[in-house]
């Protein structure tokens, strides 16, 4: 059972008529099993969101006790910057409302499949100042989470041109630089964790190990997993989109990833 809760109460920045109404649904742990939160960026390029890559990944982590909050950020016609508006807005919301969601405000990870794994690295990664911040005092939380968990992500416009169109426009060519998340991070982005298919052929591995290799140079802790074989966009590979069993089992590596980090109690089977 999730909870939706709007981002904006008010007048929506950059709001276009007929779009989506950014929003974002929280999904509670049936038993808590730590202190953490994960938001939650379906893909899509930037076309629509993905539910296997959205719900399906929140009912995974709420099941296995880890607060998950799926964000219904706008997608096309809605350019940059307001997808990235709405990602720091869900960040900003759910550090804002720790105590009630039983969190800690320094465990705050984004996560990302695809298009939507593009938009939660860059949130981890853009500090420039966005049209339409400051509207309340929510905007003065911090946007930047504590870690990042990437699944198959566009990276750069060479990993995924047609998600870099939709979401910059005509302006593609002119600003696709500004959000390619390894050419603007910094020594304190936080800690990756990623895993792509060798044999994906719709984004390019590469782009990935240029974002891991750039936040290695940086001295950000990275921990990569990539599989030889396997399609683009199996989410959790385990039958609600795609049934995929050489990639089923990811999901324990980033649990793993998660309990080393503090961010996960239980133990974690093999």
Not at 79 to 105: E, F, G, S
Not at 170 to 180: I, Y
Not at 185 to 199: S, V
Not at 245 to 258: C, K, M, T
Request: with cysteine.
């Amino acid at each position: 059972m999730s909870e939706k809760v709007l981002l904006w109460n008010g007048e929506i920045p950059g709001y276009i008529e007929g779009a989506d109404v950014p929003a974002i649904d929280y999904y509670e742990p049936k038993v808590f099993q730590s202190d953490a939160a994960v938001v939650i960026f379906a893909g899509g390029g930037y076309r629509h969101r993905a539910s296997h890559e959205g719900a399906g990944y929140a009912k995974f982590l709420s099941e296995n006790g880890i607060s998950a909050f799926v964000v219904d950020y706008r997608v096309k016609p809605t350019t940059h910057p307001y997808p990235l508006l709405d990602a720091r807005r869900a960040v900003r919301y759910v550090r804002a409302n720790a105590d009630k969601y039983r969190i800690d405000p320094k465990k705050i990870a984004v996560m990302g499949s695809s298009a939507g794994g593009h938009l939660a690295a860059l949130v981890s990664t853009y500090k420039g100042v966005i049209d339409g911040e400051g509207a309340d005092g929510l905007d003065e939380v911090d946007p930047m989470p504590n870690m990042q968990l990437l699944c198959y992500p566009v990276l750069d416009i060479l990993g995924h041109s047609g998600s870099f169109f939709n979401l910059l426009g005509e302006k593609t060519q002119a600003l696709h630089r500004l959000v390619t998340p390894y050419l603007i991070a910094e020594k304190d982005a936080p800690p990756m964790f990623l895993w792509h298919t060798a044999a994906d052929t719709s984004v390019d591995i590469n782009s990935s190990f240029r974002y891991a290799t750039r936040l290695h140079e940086l001295g950000i802790p990275v921990e990569l997993h990539i599989y030889r074989n396997g399609p683009h966009g199996l989410g959790l590979a385990d039958g609600e989109k795609h049934d995929f069993p050489y990639v089923r089992g990811w999901e324990r590596l980033l649990l793993r990833f998660l309990k080393a980090n503090g961010y996960y109690e239980k133990e974690v089977l093999q």
